[in-house]
């Protein structure tokens, strides 16, 4: 497995794999990898011939008062589950080799950014779209791998490759859970283990929403309802938002007739943890 820094050498070592017909399969992520990567390079690696992981903390879909400082950083602890997973390249490139000088093209996205996360993360969406797009320009993959517990992620870069013609397949991978339920995420090292404990809170909210609607409630007030009332239980947590929105547009639905995204987003102490589920019909 090499790891590389530039473009220049992404694009070689693709542009070879192409000429021997094998297909590439990519895993674009901020590193300080889990299970929930590992489970994306899996996939990668059962579907593709060569598998690439970038690596990149991408300062653009960070707000000005957001961890982008913080955010947890192990490179060789990510190399080593690269490796094990059977990666073959590493694209892990310094802010300069990503936005140059005079950088001052973007990709944005109007609807399915605007609700949800991208209320309380307004840049965000447009940082993903940017570095999304550079990234596949950069990669050319056949397949690009992301995880359902980013479901807004999801759903925007659907969109963002069907609108703009991406030559890409991009395939959703469900969300990889701790045996107690809670959703992995590089995030969850912020918490205390006062913390850890109450953020337990997320799934099971959702697991009381999902509960009422399998027992045949569709009205969106009363599982919307259940699932508040589950998380002001926890006196550590602070709802960010808690919405049932349909799954392909994001919008707010009063009712469920097609498939449908409950999904939220929580402050555990400072930090802010998202969970989700879909439920289809
Ligand atoms: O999901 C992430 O880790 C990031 O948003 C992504 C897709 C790698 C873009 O920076």
Same mark, same amino acid.
């Given at each position: 497995?090499?790891?590389?820094?530039?473009?220049? @050498?992404?694009?070689?070592?693709?542009?070879?794999?192409?000429?021997?017909?094998?297909?590439?399969?990519?895993?674009?992520?901020?590193?300080?990898?889990?299970?929930?990567?590992?489970?994306?390079?899996? /996939?990668?690696?059962?579907?593709?011939?060569?598998?690439?992981?970038?690596?990149?903390?991408?300062?653009?879909?960070?707000?000005?008062?957001?961890?982008?400082?913080?955010?947890? +950083?192990?490179?060789?602890?990510? +190399?080593?589950?690269?490796?094990?997973?059977?990666?073959?390249?590493?694209?892990?490139?310094?802010?300069?080799?990503?936005?140059?000088?005079?950088?001052?093209?973007?990709?944005?996205?109007?609807?399915?950014?605007?609700?949800?996360?991208?209320?309380?993360?307004?840049?965000?969406?447009?940082?993903?779209?940017?570095?999304?797009?550079?990234?596949?320009?950069?990669?050319?993959?056949?397949?690009?791998?992301?995880?359902?517990?980013?479901?807004?992620?999801? /759903?925007?870069?659907?969109?963002?490759?069907?609108?703009?013609?991406?030559?890409?397949?991009?395939?959703?991978?469900?969300?990889?859970?701790?045996?107690?339920?809670?959703?992995?995420?590089?995030?969850?090292?912020?918490?205390?283990? @006062? @913390?850890?404990?109450?953020?337990?809170?997320?799934?099971?909210?959702?697991?009381?929403?999902?509960?009422?609607?399998?027992?045949?409630?569709?009205? *969106?007030?009363?599982?919307?309802?259940?699932?508040?009332?589950?998380?002001?239980?926890?006196?550590? /947590?602070?709802?960010?938002?808690?919405?049932?929105?349909? *799954?392909?547009?994001?919008?707010?639905?009063?009712?469920?007739?097609?498939?449908?995204?409950?999904?939220?987003?929580?402050?555990?102490?400072?930090?802010?943890?998202?969970?989700?589920?879909?439920?289809?019909?």
């Amino acid at each position: 497995m090499e790891l590389v820094k530039t473009i220049q @050498e992404v694009r070689v070592a693709v542009k070879a794999w192409k000429k021997q017909g094998l297909t590439v399969g990519f895993v674009p992520t901020m590193g300080y990898l889990h299970e929930g990567h590992r489970s994306l390079m899996d /996939a990668a690696a059962a579907q593709n011939d060569k598998v690439v992981v970038s690596i990149f903390v991408n300062p653009m879909q960070f707000g000005p008062t957001e961890d982008l400082e913080q955010y947890p +950083r192990d490179l060789e602890q990510d +190399r080593n589950l690269c490796e094990a997973a059977g990666a073959a390249l590493i694209f892990h490139p310094e802010p300069e080799e990503m936005y140059g000088k005079n950088f001052c093209s973007f990709v944005d996205m109007t609807g399915l950014t605007e609700g949800l996360c991208g209320k309380s993360r307004p840049v965000h969406f447009r940082g993903v779209c940017t570095v999304v797009t550079k990234l596949l320009h950069i990669v050319q993959p056949d397949r690009a791998y992301f995880g359902q517990k980013d479901a807004q992620q999801l /759903a925007v870069v659907r969109r963002m490759v069907e609108d703009l013609n991406m030559d890409v397949t991009i395939v959703g991978c469900p969300i990889i859970r701790e045996a107690d339920g809670l959703a992995k995420s590089s995030r969850n090292t912020y918490l205390s283990s @006062e @913390e850890r404990q109450a953020a337990l809170v997320l799934s099971r909210a959702l697991k009381a929403g999902k509960e009422k609607l399998e027992q045949g409630v569709r009205e *969106a007030e009363p599982i919307l309802a259940v699932i508040r009332e589950t998380i002001r239980q926890e006196p550590m /947590a602070k709802i960010d938002y808690v919405e049932l929105v349909d *799954a392909e547009t994001l919008q707010p639905i009063d009712r469920v007739e097609r498939d449908a995204l409950a999904a939220l987003a929580v402050f555990i102490g400072k930090t802010r943890l998202i969970d989700n589920f879909i439920f289809t019909i």
